[in-house]
Nanobody
């Protein structure tokens, strides 16, 4: 019964930045670990970053380390993905997801219980 809505996608030149936001419903947002995933045409959905319920722990895919930052504001029921130094290979539909299990930060899509509709990020060269 958790609803997630992403925003902030768009077209950006290589080297530019975007900030994605995910707004969540519910009173128990802080009990969910949150993740960002992306999917390009013809490819599997790919883990990007995750953050614990408290925001105290984060986990990143190697290809985005040092460029992307995941954060959350539990008072606003929101999670963010700051994307800097964007590359054409970052082009994909980006999804936020919620993991109610919250045993550990997870990188596999199957562990997440709720998903947003996705927002398109296109990076031109």
């Amino acid at each position: 019964q958790v609803q997630l809505v992403e925003s902030g996608g768009g077209l950006v030149q290589a080297g530019g930045s975007l900030r994605l936001a995910c707004a969540a419903s519910g009173r128990t947002f802080s009990t969910y670990a949150m993740g960002w995933f992306r999917q390009a045409p013809g490819k599997e959905r790919e883990f990007v970053a995750a953050i614990s319920g408290s925001g105290g722990s984060t986990y990143y895919q190697d290809s985005v380390k040092g460029r992307f930052t995941i954060s959350r504001d539990n008072a606003k029921n929101a999670v963010y993905l700051q994307m800097n130094s964007l590359k054409p290979e970052d082009t994909a539909v980006y999804y936020c997801a919620a993991d109610q299990t919250k045993l550990a930060l997870r990188a596999l899509p199957g562990y997440y219980d709720y998903w947003g509709q996705g927002t398109q990020v296109t990076v031109s060269s």
